[in-house]
Nanobody, 115 residues
Framework: VQLVESGGGLVQPGGSLRLSCAAS????????MRWFRQPPGKERELVAV????????YYADSVKGRFTISRDNTKSTVYLQMNNLKPEDTAVYYC?????????WGRGTQVTVSS
């Protein structure tokens, strides 16, 4: 199992970024996928979830209305569209999947929101 994030970078407040997580080594469509983030000096926190069944979604209150999680099962990829970014969104963003009763994490991608 491998999860590889991309799409991070430096963006000004109010800007947008789209993160991608390319998955391999398992039947992607059968598993829930999650995005987490870890701000500097803080604990890792759950940002969004997309279920395998019916694509049900969950968002942390801090990102509701600004972030959108989606998936393309044909590409084994999960996305996180982030709009109206704020300085407090600055963090390393991680893709996560629990596969075969094991936790798998990507290496993370840095998002910095600053003017």
């Amino acid at each position: 199992v491998q999860l590889v994030e991309s799409g991070g970078g430096l963006v000004q407040p109010g800007g947008s970024l789209r993160l991608s997580c390319a998955a391999s080594g398992f039947t992607f469509s059968s598993y829930d996928m999650r995005w987490f983030r870890q701000p500097p000096g803080k604990e890792r926190e759950l940002v969004a979830v997309i279920r395998s069944v019916a694509g049900r979604l969950y968002y942390a209150d801090s990102v509701k209305g600004r972030f959108t999680i989606s998936r393309d099962n044909t590409k084994s990829t999960v996305y996180l569209q982030m709009n109206n970014l704020k300085p407090e969104d600055t963090a390393v963003y991680y893709c996560y999947g629990r596969v075969f009763d094991t936790d798998y994490w990507g290496r993370g991608t840095q998002v910095t929101v600053s003017s």
